[in-house]
């Protein structure tokens, strides 16, 4: 029964920015299942690479380059998706970039940049899956929010914006959309050692604050977001939708003061 509650075995699944990362340990997670797993990257050369790496070791998925910052590239991939696959149960918008500025010194090219392929991009795609969802009367939708949707970092501010208005994309797609039996939910990831942030969690300082704050005491890996994706796309949360769900490590529950508890 258990199996049969969390089960993703035979879904139909798109992950955009599904080549490295967060995508990546996704659509490897949902593939390991019995899922069929179509993965985006901005370029074929990613695609193929991914596609290179998970078939030797030993899981099926197909690929597809697509650019979500480009309208006619989502329109192309969702049809190629339907054809290859027939329909589709679940998407998962990963696709995401960054460019740490300070506020003063963000331009129009860094503004645009950011929020093209995060959040216009996401809603993009989620608007297409969802017609084709609607006709069917069925479907999940999985968004990638980010911690600072609790609260924001400095530095990164057009990104912290693109992630709250992912959030209300998924909280507004959920009102419109559950009279079709679709559910639109969020995971919104703590800090996840991936290639893109080795570097910054190469630091001492930054491996001490961490230290300091993270209830669980450690960074998380992109595997540590498979189990709570796979529950989104599952029959185990079938009421449950417009949440967010922060896999943080705790970071979320609060600050830990620097005083000695007695």
């Not at 860094?110 to 017609?131: P, Q, W």
Request: with cysteine; glycine share 10%; proline share 3%.
């Amino acid at each position: 029964m258990s199996e049969e509650l969390f089960s993703v075995a035979g879904q139909n699944v798109i992950v955009t920015g599904g080549s490295r990362g967060i995508g990546r340990a996704i659509a490897e997670g949902f593939a390991a299942r019995g899922a069929h797993v179509l993965i985006c990257s901005r370029t074929q050369e990613s695609v193929e690479t991914a596609l290179k790496e998970m078939q030797d070791a030993g899981l099926k998925a197909d690929g597809v380059a697509c650019d979500v910052s480009d309208e006619q590239q989502i329109l192309t991939t969702v049809q190629t998706a339907i054809s290859r696959l027939g329909h589709i149960d679940t998407l998962v918008n990963v696709a995401g970039v960054n460019r740490r500025k300070r506020a003063e010194t963000v331009t129009a090219d860094d503004y645009d940049f950011i929020l093209d392929t995060n959040l216009r991009g996401a809603f993009l795609m989620s608007r297409e899956v969802g017609k084709h969802m609607i006709e069917r009367k069925s479907g999940a939708q999985i968004n990638i929010e980010s911690l600072n949707t609790w609260m924001p970092l400095k530095g990164v501010l057009p990104y912290a914006m693109s992630k709250f208005g992912m959030q209300g994309m998924t909280r507004g797609l959920a009102l419109e959309w559950g009279r079709h039996g679709i559910r639109v939910n969020s995971l919104a990831p703590g800090f996840i050692l991936t290639d893109l942030t080795r570097k910054l969690w190469s630091d001492p300082e930054m491996q001490a604050w961490n230290q300091a704050n993270a209830p669980l005491g450690r960074l998380g890996e992109p595997e540590d977001m498979v189990g709570t994706a796979i529950f989104l796309a599952s029959k185990a949360s079938t009421f449950m939708t417009g949440q967010t769900l922060y896999v943080d490590g705790g970071f979320s529950a609060g600050w830990s003061w620097p005083i000695p508890l007695t």
